[in-house]
């Protein structure tokens, strides 16, 4: 089963990975006590003469007043099943007087298993596996005696997925999460606080390269037993983007699309170090590493109101990101010297406007993405009351979307 999902957001050059729970819960209706709010989804099995289905005070009933009938119980038809997958099923149930178990059964798929709980609670799985998207699950009382039973059904689940991996959804988190593609391998990066939600999350990652394959590896942890789960998901990206994108790094789905970049021009100058020592033939060299790139580019933009934005965007004061898919190698994070707007020298109705960028390289940033986890137009409006308060504290929609920092 695969617990990565990976799907191409081609307007916003990125890619959304939805990490699914290590166990996919099909049917978690069962809610132990007095008020059982989906009863009525339940079908009845058997049901003979003196047989009565109904809650008690902690689990679903199944009384037997006299006679000696099989096959008192239950049905609970299953949707959403993803054929070829391990199901289970996983059920808790105790007993009174002298029935002498369950028979568990999905419909069409092979031989009952029997279960034989006794007076204190037990635990007990079922295990098919569906070959098609729906199923039935039986269970049934096997025999019991004229003195008649209580069955309790106390709790009621069914997964797929990783039957032998402990807990539940909500029991996994998110250890690490990488990228592979043409630009190195990496982490990728989240919010604070980012993790697994009930066994999935969902994040549009906007670092990724823009072309070739792009491979995402997840490990999720246990944390009750240090458990570990490792998933990977891989997308052919070949294709998809034709435009550049300039993005700042603490927030890359905040991007300016341009149309191209061109003019590039770039030196990478050594850190090594020549002394001319008098006397002596050679110099005295202290061998350094070759720096990062240090140049300029020009972007080409559709409009002035987009040069604007990329000229806003590198006068910000904070590393930027490029990607573009043309060229490997070539995409950078880097701090802007200076930029130019300027426009083509053609006496043309649509003119067409670029930015020149003077750049220097960096590092990729390793910091967790700005904004925070909870961050939404709900909380904006809780902390400004007005748009006018609002653009006091968030200048620009860059701002608003990050959020605040503190506090």
């Known amino acids: 089963m695969s617990h ?59 009384t037997r007043q006299v006679g000696t009938a099989i096959g008192d119980g239950f049905s609970r038809s299953l949707t959403g099943l993803t054929p070829g997958i391990e199901t289970t099923v996983e059920f808790s149930a105790s007993r009174t007087g002298s029935a002498t178990g369950w028979s568990v059964v999905a419909d069409g798929y092979g031989a009952p298993q029997l279960f034989a709980p006794i007076t204190s609670v037990v635990t007990f799985t079922y295990t098919f596996t569906p070959t098609s998207s729906t199923a039935t699950i039986n ?82 942890r246990y944390l009750a037993t240090s458990t570990t789960a490792v998933y990977t998901g ?57 720096r990062t790139r240090i140049g300029t580019l020009r972007a080409w933009c559709d409009d002035y109101s987009v040069a604007q934005d990329v000229r806003r965007t590198a006068g910000r004061g904070q590393a930027l990101m490029l990607r573009q898919p043309d060229y490997e190698g070539l995409d950078m994070y880097f701090v802007v010297t200076s930029a130019r707007v300027g426009q083509y020298q053609e006496n043309t109705p649509t003119r067409r406007w670029y930015v ?8 990729r940033p390793d910091a967790p993405l700005l904004g925070a986890v909870d961050w939404n137009f709900e909380e904006s409006s809780e902390r400004n009351a007005t748009f006018y308060n609002s653009l006091q504290e968030f200048p620009t929609f860059l701002d608003l979307k990050i959020g605040p920092v503190s506090g």
């Not at 989906?38 to 009933?61: M, Q």
């Not at 250890?175 to 009930?198: C, E, I, K, W, Y």
């Not at 960028?357 to 590092?363: H, K, P, Y």
């Open 234 to 290: 891989q997308i052919d990206t070949t294709g998809l983007w034709s435009h550049y994108y300039i993005a700042p790094a603490v927030l890359p789905a905040l991007r300016s699309s341009v149309s191209l970049v061109e003019t590039y021009d770039a030196e990478s100058r050594s850190s090594s170090t020549v002394f001319d020592i008098i006397g002596r033939q050679d110099p005295l060299v202290s061998i350094g590493v070759q």
């Open 356 to 363: 020149d960028v003077a750049f220097t390289e960096v590092r």
């Open 4 to 62: 990565i999902t990976l799907t191409p957001l081609v307007g916003q050059a990125a890619i959304r990975i939805q990490i699914s729970p290590p166990k996919t819960v099909v049917d978690d209706n069962y809610v132990p006590g007095p008020t059982f709010d989906d009863l009525a989804d339940y079908g009845f099995v058997g049901g003979t003469p003196g047989f009565a289905f109904g809650l008690g005070a902690n689990a679903i009933t199944f």
């Open 139 to 220: 269970l049934v009382v096997t025999q019991a005696p004229a003195s008649g039973y209580v069955m309790n059904l106390h709790t009621f689940k069914v997964y797929q997925g990783e039957a032998d991996l402990p807990g539940t959804p909500a029991d996994w988190h998110l250890d690490t999460l990488t990228r592979s593609d043409a630009n190195g391998t990496v982490p990728v990066r989240l919010p604070v606080g980012f993790d697994l939600s009930d066994g999935l999350l969902v994040h549009d990652d906007a670092e990724n390269a823009l072309t070739g394959i792009i491979q995402y590896t997840a490990v999720v």
